[in-house]
């Protein structure tokens, strides 16, 4: 590992996020919230920390970068990012504690939305727009945009690309990595925009229309509202939000070749028919579920069932009912979902729909073995045979973040949360969802969970952020020998 090279691009990360907190920093002098001087003390106080780390590296020529430094830096560029993303919190008073401001900050940069916020209204709004800005920056992932300008620092981005997107297949849409991810975030800033005037045209004011669509875009789930989306109960703003949720949720390499001319892309991938298959019929089973017993209308128990279950299936975690309350179907759907996630390639979390297909068919492939031993199979997606080692690699995801998931769930039951609350935690901030059930359900927050637990949880965050291997592999002694 260089670490005079690890220190240079986090370095180049935190001065990035300190010139960020200029945006907060004009609105806050716009409107006169009141929070001006404490996003200014942020800038500089992340800048600067960001010039301290470039300089000493300013005399270190090498500009190698391995797979042990591509590591290293998008783990640690993730921990200072929340480091650094708590800081506006803490100087404007918004929040009283480190523990709770960067519990906060990371769970705004993974994208997960667990907020320890009892009341989200009560905050001055520059700072609700920075606690959207961090998810709008985790969304497409924070290194993914420094890889953009990793040409002018000297250095290839392969391996931090390889790090950080949410992939079992890198896919490069570009011969040049630095153009990939151009191409993705020009694509992420074009939805970004069409969302906010879609949600402008709703009448929602300009600053909500900001911050929902920061949030969604990154299948984050922060909202300026102590209702969430239910604060609006819009028919229409629900539609916009479900249909960009959607949009966030698929693989952005679909995107781009839509946009390109390929408008057979969607249709012809299966895991986009596998991924709308599943929640048309998540959906469809929680309408009949909740019709009777929760909603006296079909045309509601369709619209909060459209909503909840594409809010969990791509971890946005936006809400616009109590579905703590629903039937308990209908609950372990969307705990469910939770699980299952987004597509590869996209801004959602969780385990992830090709994961599951190819693990589907894997598993197929041994029983038809075990039936015909001489049989030469290979398992297929799209036509291509799946390399050994990527199935290999998805077995070892799945053992991994099993392994955490119950680790984790069994020590937070220990600090004693109730069986429920503890396991949908751990399964909301592992895979980047935000609410879960019963003490962390859609009308509530994370404020009551213990000291301990929020630390347990935010490690939770990052491992699940970071697809588990990314970080995990920083614990082997053998990655720290030479």
């Given at each position: 590992m260089h670490p005079w090279l690890v220190l240079r691009l986090v370095g180049s990360l935190a001065f990035f996020l300190g010139i960020s907190m200029a945006a907060p920093l004009a609105v806050s002098l716009i409107i006169e919230d009141g929070a001006?001087?404490?996003?200014?003390?942020?800038?500089?106080?992340?800048?600067?920390?960001?010039?301290?780390?470039?300089?000493?590296?300013?005399?270190?020529?090498?500009?190698?970068?391995?797979?042990?430094?591509?590591?290293?830096?998008?783990?640690?560029?993730?921990?200072?990012?929340?480091?650094?993303?708590?800081?506006?919190?803490?100087?404007?008073?918004?929040?009283?504690?480190?523990?709770?401001?960067?519990?906060?900050?990371?769970s705004g940069f993974t994208t997960t939305g667990a907020s320890i916020l009892t009341d989200i209204e009560k905050l001055p709004e520059s700072v609700l727009l920075w606690r959207s800005i961090i998810q709008w920056f985790g969304g497409m992932g924070i290194i993914v945009l420094s890889i953009a300008i990793l040409p002018f620092l000297g250095v290839g981005g392969m391996q931090l690309y390889k790090a950080e997107i949410p992939s079992p297949v890198v896919d490069k849409l570009k011969p040049r990595i630095s153009d990939t991810a151009r191409a993705l975030w020009k694509i992420y800033i074009l939805l970004t925009a069409l969302q906010i005037v879609l949600l402008l045209l709703g009448g929602m004011p300009v600053l909500d229309a900001i911050n929902h669509t920061f949030c969604t875009m990154p299948t984050?789930?922060?909202?300026?509202?102590?209702?969430?989306?239910?604060?609006?109960?819009?028919?229409?703003?629900?539609?916009?939000?479900?249909?960009?949720?959607?949009?966030?949720?698929?693989?952005?390499?679909?995107?781009?070749?839509?946009?390109?001319?390929?408008?057979?892309?969607?249709?012809?991938?299966?895991?986009?028919?596998?991924?709308?298959?599943?929640?048309?019929?998540?959906?469809?089973?929680?309408?009949?579920?909740?019709?009777?017993?929760?909603?006296?209308?079909?045309?509601?128990?369709?619209?909060?069932?459209?909503?909840?279950?594409?809010?969990?299936?791509?971890?946005?975690?936006?809400v616009t009912a109590d579905y703590d309350r629903w039937p308990s179907l209908s609950r372990q759907i969307l705990l469910l979902c939770m699980f299952l996630g987004g597509m590869a390639g996209s801004t959602g979390g969780g385990i992830k729909i090709m994961r599951l297909m190819l693990l589907a068919k894997h598993v197929y492939q041994e029983i038809f073995r075990i039936i015909h031993p001489h049989a030469v199979t290979a398992v297929k997606l799209g036509g291509r045979s799946v390399p050994t080692e990527v199935l290999n690699s998805i077995w070892g995801f799945v053992f991994l973040s099993l392994a955490l998931f119950i680790a984790a769930a069994l020590t937070m039951a220990a600090l004693g949360l109730d069986m429920v609350s503890a396991f949908s935690s751990v399964s909301a901030c592992i895979f980047n969802v935000g609410p879960g059930l019963a003490l962390v359900g859609p009308v509530q927050n994370y404020a009551a969970i213990p000291l301990a637990g929020k630390w347990i949880l935010a490690f939770c965050m990052l491992v699940g952020r970071l697809e588990f291997y990314t970080v995990m592999i920083l614990l082997f002694p053998e990655y720290w020998r030479k």
């Open positions: 001006a001087s404490a996003h200014l003390y942020s800038l500089a106080i992340t800048c600067g920390s960001g010039l301290i780390l470039l300089l000493p590296s300013k005399w270190n020529k090498d500009t190698h970068l391995s797979h042990r430094d591509g590591v290293a830096i998008v783990t640690f560029g993730w921990i200072a990012a929340g480091l650094f993303g708590a800081v506006p919190f803490l100087l404007s008073g918004s929040i009283d504690t480190f523990t709770n401001a960067y519990f906060e900050s990371l984050g789930g922060f909202s300026p509202k102590n209702a969430s989306i239910a604060h609006y109960n819009s028919a229409y703003v629900d539609l916009v939000v479900i249909v960009f949720m959607l949009l966030a949720g698929i693989n952005f390499s679909l995107h781009y070749r839509f946009l390109h001319g390929d408008f057979m892309s969607f249709t012809r991938d299966a895991e986009f028919r596998v991924f709308t298959g599943l929640i048309a019929f998540f959906i469809l089973a929680v309408t009949i579920n909740i019709y009777g017993p929760v909603y006296d209308s079909l045309g509601k128990a369709l619209r909060y069932a459209s909503f909840q279950v594409t809010s969990m299936i791509t971890t946005t975690g936006f």
